[in-house]
């Protein structure tokens, strides 16, 4: 086993290699497919549609009541639909002013208006509990209704009194769920208001946190009392709709772009589900405390994640509006979003099941969805409230074995599980939680190495880290001495190499400071750049006194060596600690983004020191400038190789590495300045910063040119375009 970790470098460098090589020429872009819309389902992975089978089709649309006499046979603006655990379908009506019951089969069965002294006035809301008894959030007369399953008045709850609650404020429910205790949860704005079973405030639920501005209260510091009264009020994220979960959770859906649109709140508010992650763990929204986090997760390949989209099927940019929720027994999440018509789908954990619907006229795709139910068959129906209508939508064998797959899972049956998901795979074998599905099998029986393979085909390196951390911990356990024995020896290995190089470093500099006909070969000026790292202020010392005896073709090579360092990271560093894929690695960007900052530095310092009464020439910026870079190689060169016994729960100390790393150059190349200059440390300090503001002029300047060039280019063209047609 000892064997197979050491070749697994060798295996992924050599994939690695050809796959690059094959992909060279295609546009990275090209590699991820783009469902079109409404065509076909699919799943947002990492922000690209990849297209999956047929999840849903239409089961049945209910555009009328039917046979109801005396009654408005057309919904109009409904807002609420809900499917109770009979079977039985309930409209919110809200624009009739009605409750409308209605079977599987979309018969109207019963149409319920309120009590008679005070009918229901633009209803919103509606849950129904297990008894089928009723409750209805009557929004435009602001109480909440309780009736029976005939539909007869049992009792209603209005505004609570509290010291708590601003009696100003007017008590416009609009979406409310009862749980099994008689608590009434209701949506108001930004908040989820609890009540009792005898109309007793009992607080507030579930208010996103707001966070602190420091701009804001710098602008509230100094605005006076007349401009505070302007200034706009940060309130916290409204909540949209709410649903009741078989395990008890509050299934909501909320405008909250920092924490996640969608929520799982447990009793005491707390939200479970899968979060975004631009917050710290503690949830702190602080700079520090994101720096902090970015010290400590390291610039490692992560997937993006989100609910729903910010493009819509035209290519434009918007924010997702989660008009309603649902989830059924399994605790499958499935929600509307308003804009698109989109219904997404998720798994208790919030990983993306199936994407479907869309804006239209025709049957499965929708105007202004309002509200979506699900029933205990998996069927889910969505209201629409500008087609007045419902859509009903079965699921198709594939999805079913999805939710089959996953609920398995989660109840600990992790052969059943596997077996699912290979039959999913059967289907579609690029189906990506199939894989990851596979792999969390296989890791729970414990089969380490073939559940890293398919965390590694799904791109899941959190979970790949996980399956490896306990294959090497296997593999040091079989072969601990082996393995100890190895790290003494590679550690010595690199220590002696060290040495022997700054030592080497040493007798080149003492050749330019003693032999003062000599000048240096590349071999030796190569060497020398190694003294840097013991003696970096005699090395700069002995650049500024020897100009004309430094090897400029060493510096470059060491330039060239710096590029390479950076390319065989790419392919050699461990795959769970990767900081670009190596798919979408391109050659001239990587030489681009590792060697345009110190050549743009070597312009920028000879400009400003120039101004700033400097002694350093060009030459020795340039040499000097290669030599700063030592520490990149040095530091990186025996991180990619260790990379590969390390995975994510060592990813602290191994970005440290690489943030020491960058912090030693960036000393070095202010002591540069400082040396070769010979300036004052307030000196240099300016001169440094100077000098930084003139790189990032240039590089505006570069790209302004090259803008400017490419529209003239175009402009000559069209040119060109007019003389052919008027003259050919």
């Known amino acids: 086993m000892f064997k197979k970790l050491l070749l697994g470098m060798k295996k992924r460098l050599s994939i690695a290699l050809s796959i690059y090589i094959s992909l060279m020429a295609i546009n990275p872009g090209m590699l991820h497919v783009y469902a079109a819309a409404n065509e076909i389902d699919y799943v947002v992975e990492d922000q690209w549609r990849v297209p999956i089978p047929k999840t849903y089709t239409i089961d049945k649309v209910i555009n009328t009541l039917g046979s109801m006499e005396e009654e408005e046979h057309f919904f109009k603006e409904p807002l609420d639909i809900f499917v109770s655990d009979g079977g039985y379908i309930y409209v919110a009506d809200t624009g009739n002013n009605r409750i409308v019951k209605l079977n599987k089969k979309g018969e109207a069965l019963q149409v319920f208006r309120g009590p008679e002294d005070k009918p229901f006035k633009g209803p919103e809301g509606i849950f129904v509990d297990n008894t089928e008894d009723i409750y209805v959030a009557d929004t435009g007369n602001e109480r909440i209704v309780h009736l029976s399953p005939e539909g007869k008045f049992v009792e209603e709850f209005v505004a609570p009194t509290s010291d708590l609650l601003d009696e100003n404020v007017a008590f416009s429910v609009s979406k409310i769920v009862i749980s099994q205790t008689g608590y009434i949860y209701a949506i108001r704005g930004e908040n989820i208001m609890v009540m009792d079973a005898h109309n007793r405030f009992r607080g507030f639920l579930g208010q996103t946190k707001i966070g602190f501005s420091a701009v804001e209260a710098l602008l509230r510091v100094f605005a006076s009392e007349d401009q505070q009264k302007f200034m706009k009020k940060r309130l916290a994220a409204t909540y949209m709709n709410i649903d009741l979960g078989a395990d008890g959770m509050l299934y909501t859906t909320s405008m909250d772009r920092t924490e996640g649109e969608l929520k799982r709140l447990n009793s005491v508010g707390n939200n479970t589900y899968r979060k975004y992650k631009n917050i710290s763990d503690t949830g702190s929204f602080s700079p520090w405390a994101k720096i902090k986090k970015k010290i400590k997760d390291g610039n490692y390949i992560k997937k993006s994640f989100r609910y729903g989209e910010t493009v819509n099927d035209n290519y434009e940019f918007f924010l997702p509006i989660f008009r309603d929720v649902c989830v059924d027994q399994n605790g499958i999440v499935t929600a509307v979003e308003e804009l698109t018509g989109k219904i997404y789908q998720y798994d208790k954990d919030g990983n993306a099941l199936t994407v479907f619907g869309g804006l239209g006229e025709k049957q499965g795709t929708f105007i202004r969805p309002s509200s979506i139910a699900v ?53 579609n074998e690029n189906y990506e939680l199939a894989h990851i599905g596979l792999a969390n099998a296989l890791y729970k029986q414990e089969k380490w190495e073939e559940a890293m393979d398919e965390f590694q085909i799904a791109n899941d390196r959190a979970g790949y880290s996980k399956a490896f951390a306990e294959y090497r911990y296997e593999v040091f356990r079989e072969n601990f001495f082996l393995v100890i024995a190895i790290l003494f020896a590679s550690l010595f290995l690199a220590i002696f190499i060290l040495i022997k190089l700054i030592r080497n470093g040493q007798k080149c500099a003492d050749i330019l400071i003693h032999q003062k006909n000599t000048k240096l070969s590349i071999k030796e000026g190569i060497l020398m750049g190694f003294h840097v790292i013991l003696h970096p202020i005699e090395t700069f010392d ?117 943030y020491f790393a960058l912090i030693w150059v960036l000393l070095l190349y202010f002591i540069s300045t400082k040396v070769l200059n010979d300036y004052t440390i307030i000196k240099s300090i300016t001169t440094y910063i100077i000098s930084g503001i003139a790189i990032l002029i240039i590089w505006f300047i570069a790209l302004l040119l090259y803008a400017l060039s490419v529209r003239l280019m175009q402009f000559i063209q069209g040119i060109m375009i007019e003389i052919q047609l008027s003259w050919f």
């Open 375 to 427: 029933d205990s068959e998996g069927k889910i129906y969505v209201l629409d409230k500008l087609s007045n209508n419902i859509q009903i939508f079965a699921p198709t064998q594939f999805i079913q074995l999805v939710h089959a797959a996953v609920t398995q899972y989660s109840e600990g049956n992790y052969e059943e599980a596997y077996n699912l998901w290979y039959q999913v795979l059967d289907i």
């Open 542 to 658: 002995t650049i500024k006194n020897n100009k004309e005896r430094v090897n400029l073709w060493s510096a470059a090579i060491i330039f060239i060596a710096v590029f390479l360092t950076r390319i065989c990271y790419i392919f050699i560093v461990h795959y769970p600690l990767a900081d670009i894929d190596v798919k979408n690695a391109n050659i001239i960007f990587e030489a681009v983004k590792i060697l345009l900052p110190p050549l743009t530095w070597v312009a920028a310092s000879f400009a400003v020191t120039s101004i700033l009464d400097g002694e350093s020439k060009i030459t020795d910026i340039f040499v000097a400038s290669s030599y700063t870079m030592i520490p990149y190689i040095i530091v990186r060169i025996p991180l990619m190789f260790l990379s590969n016994v390390l995975c994510l729960n060592e990813k602290g100390w191994f970005s440290a590495s690489l």
